[in-house]
């Protein structure tokens, strides 16, 4: 259960991650440099070693979130999603990492979305794995939010999409304390349907924001719930080389094969890569 929340801006881009999940799983691990493939990268991470979001020294971004609404489970023994996104973090490019995806073996692994963000080339890509078929998904470079629920996955969609709206429609300024309250917000109660999600079992339990700009990327990241005003650990990378290009708006994103996708649009205003798997089908 998370909500994902992408900002463009001139020099760069802004991207935030509320991570929800049950009290009783195991704390996650703050954020630490180290090197996956050829890449500076900083991540949290499960002690296990997965992450569910890193940033690398190309300023490249990538979270993962659940797909809830697509049933099939892997039976036995699975491979954590959070091992998919390690060793996605040695890609530079959405071209390298799609050459990987191809690769690997995802039949242990269960159903995830995963968001790519690629300044280089001003791409945000989005793979969609529902044990059957991965397939990608372009999206424009413009604002835009990605939100999973495994208490209710539509509503939960449906409800902090409408929350984002409003937001939008209140301020277009789309800094970063429009950014930190939207991930805070409790609209329209606090619940399991609110941003910062709270439930007897479960609830908002980290806030990670990344930061591009022209030769630095940062990382912020809070544990707890955003709305306990936790002080946030901050943690730098330099950059290898000027992170963004020439913005290029497109009129539409290609959807999933069913022709459906859960995103809404808003548009206000080669390193090598570490095997991942040696599971078979």
Not at 18 to 44: Q, S, Y
Request: proline share 6%; net charge positive.
């Amino acid at each position: 259960m998370c909500t994902i929340t992408f900002i463009p801006r001139p020099d760069g881009y802004a991207l935030a991650m509320n991570r929800d999940e049950r009290l009783t799983r195991v704390t996650a691990l703050p954020p630490a440099n180290c090197r996956i493939g050829a890449c500076e990268v900083v991540c949290p991470s499960e002690p296990g070693g997965g992450t569910w979001i890193g940033l690398n020294d190309t300023g490249a971004c990538l979270g993962l979130i659940n797909w809830y609404s697509v049933p099939a489970r892997v039976r036995g023994k699975s491979v954590s999603r959070g091992d998919v996104v390690r060793s996605a973090l040695a890609a530079d490019s959405a071209r390298v990492l799609e050459e990987a995806l191809s690769r690997w073996s995802l039949c242990r692994v269960n159903p995830f979305r995963l968001i790519g963000i690629f300044p280089g080339a001003n791409e945000v890509v989005e793979w969609r794995w529902n044990r059957n078929h991965l397939a990608r998904v372009e999206h424009a470079w413009r604002i835009n939010t990605w939100i999973s629920s495994g208490f209710d996955e539509p509503g939960a969609q449906q409800t902090r999409n409408k929350t984002f709206t409003r937001a939008l429609r209140r301020d277009s300024t789309l800094g970063l304390d429009w950014l930190r309250r939207l991930h805070r917000s409790h609209e329209p109660e606090r619940g399991p349907y609110s941003t910062c999600m709270h439930r007897e079992d479960a609830a908002t339990v980290s806030y990670t924001e990344v930061v591009v700009s022209q030769r630095t990327a940062v990382m912020r990241y809070s544990h707890g719930s955003p709305c306990g005003g936790t002080p946030a650990s901050v943690h730098r990378l330099g950059l290898k080389c000027r992170p963004y290009g020439i913005t290029i708006i497109l009129p539409f994103s290609r959807k999933f094969r069913d022709g459906r996708t859960s995103n809404i649009q808003h548009s206000t205003s080669n390193a090598a890569l570490k095997r991942a798997f040696k599971t078979s089908c």
